[in-house]
Structures are given as structure tokens and as C-alpha cells.
């Protein structure tokens, strides 16, 4: 006769997850030539990142002065609170508008590069192992145009078309983010068994606990020589036409 053993079923508890704190946006670079530099006087380029409406973070540099001011911001601090949920709910589509504004005093073209994947809850560090793309990111195609060859799993890249006046905010290039629903089925399942041949079978919801990082960076070149700027800047080949629309080669 077939001894039958008998088997626990371990599961975790329900799957929680948390926006993050340590996702943040930056405007780390601003670019003009030495030869321009040297034609200006009281001229400043610089250029903000905008999350609903609100200045986030912003590099600006004035040559007059030497001088950078800046600020690092986070995103999705807020997002919870003013959808007015106290939990994150799977895929609801929260605001989450992104643009630029030139903050700055000349005319520029600006990058934007966006970062989104999973991190620990306690240390921050990167979870490879689960999906960025189940961190869903509406962009708009409003305006701007996306680098492919620069695209990854976890990164977008994106060019405004036109040139950025100063003062001037760009079109939204995100408007929307959601978590995907079925994170909440994917399990991952361990069993072990005992010298007494008591089988035990853990189930592990693979995102419990896990942080969603969105990064954005935001960075702006001059318009003076515009295409040679840019390659210097952010060594990539554009078009720039006579009315200033800049499409990559």
C-alpha cells in the first residue's frame, strides 16, 4: 500500500505595494559652447522638469555669475493622495503629467530620459528579476519624438520637435501610470521536504513589497549651431530645418 503524504500549503500575505520614494527627476545637464560662451554676457540657459503643473526639479546656469542653481525633486510623492487612495490599486491609471519648461533666458532644444523598474523596499537596490514593463507609463507623442535605438526594457528617451523658448512649457510627454493587475498571480513556489517525508510548498507573490521607481532627467543644448551642440552634448546625429524642427537621423 502507497503511503500518502500529506502536504502544507505556506502562502504570504496579500501583495502591497508602495509608490517610490527614491525615484526621483533631474535636470542634470545644460550645454553651451565655449564660442558661445564666450558672445554672452548676461545670458543663462537652464531648464525645469514639471510634474502636474508643479516645478519638481532644475538646472539653471547663469554666465554672467559662474553660477549653477539646482534642485532635485522626487516623483509620485503625491500620487496617492491626490487620487485619494490610501492603497495603490492595481491597474488604475493615476496622473502623472511630465514636462519641461525652459527656465532659462535663451531658446534651446531639450532630452528627456525616462527611467521605471523595481527596487527593494529596504535597500533600494534594483529587482532585476521583475518586469519593468508591468510599471505601465503613458506617453503622449505630443511633440516629442522617441529615440528607439536608445529604448530598453526599463528606459525611454525622448526629443521635444521644436525648439524650446524661453519661458515656453514643453507639451506633456507623459500624462498617465498604472501598475499592471496580474502581479498580483504571479507567484513563485518552493517546496521542501522532512526526514519524516512532511512535504511543505511556500508560495511567494514575486512583487510583494516591491518599490516602482519612475526617474526622469531632463537635459538642454542651444540652439547656436545647434546639430554640432548636440552631438558634442549627447553624441547623437539630428536634423535640424529651417524652422528649427530637429528629427534624428
Given amino acids: 500500500m ?34 558661445y560662451l564666450a558672445q554672452i554676457d548676461i545670458k543663462s540657459i537652464g531648464v525645469t522638469l514639471t510634474e502636474n503643473g508643479n516645478d519638481v526639479s532644475w538646472r539653471d546656469y547663469k554666465h554672467k ?3 549653477w542653481s ?3 525633486g522626487v516623483l509620485l510623492g503625491d500620487m496617492l493622495e491626490n487620487a485619494g487612495d490610501e492603497k495603490l ?25 525616462v527611467q521605471h523598474y523595481w527596487a527593494d523596499k529596504e535597500t533600494g537596490d534594483k529587482l532585476s528579476k521583475l518586469d519593468p514593463s508591468k510599471i505601465q507609463i503613458d506617453f503622449t507623442n505630443d511633440g516629442w519624438t522617441e529615440d528607439k535605438s536608445a529604448k530598453t526594457t526599463e528606459r525611454n528617451v525622448f526629443y521635444y520637435n521644436s525648439i524650446l523658448k524661453k519661458g515656453q ?27 519524516n517525508g512532511l512535504t511543505t510548498i511556500t508560495t511567494t507573490y514575486e512583487y510583494d513589497g516591491a518599490l516602482f521607481v ?16 548636440i552631438k558634442s552634448a549627447w553624441g547623437v546625429d539630428v536634423n535640424i530645418s529651417d524652422d528649427g524642427a530637429l528629427s534624428l537621423e
Wanted: proline fraction near 2%; charged fraction near 30%; charge should be negative.
Fill in 2 to 35: 502507497k503511503r500518502k503524504l500529506p502536504i502544507i500549503l505556506v502562502a504570504s500575505s496579500a501583495i502591497m505595494l508602495a509608490a517610490s520614494t527614491i525615484g526621483s527627476t533631474k535636470a542634470t545637464l545644460t550645454y553651451m559652447s565655449d564660442n
Fill in 65 to 67: 555669475d559662474d553660477d
Fill in 70 to 72: 539646482e534642485a532635485t
Fill in 89 to 113: 490599486i492595481l491597474d488604475k491609471k493615476y496622473d502623472e503629467r511630465l514636462a519641461v519648461k525652459n527656465s532659462g533666458s535663451i531658446d534651446e532644444y531639450v532630452r528627456v530620459t
Fill in 169 to 195: 512649457t514643453s507639451p506633456d510627454f507623459a500624462d498617465k501610470i498604472s501598475i499592471a493587475g496580474d502581479i498580483a498571480t504571479i507567484v513563485d513556489q518552493t517546496s521542501q521536504t522532512d526526514d
Fill in 214 to 229: 519612475l526617474e526622469a532627467t531632463v537635459d538642454a543644448v542651444q540652439t547656436h549651431n545647434a546639430k554640432d551642440a
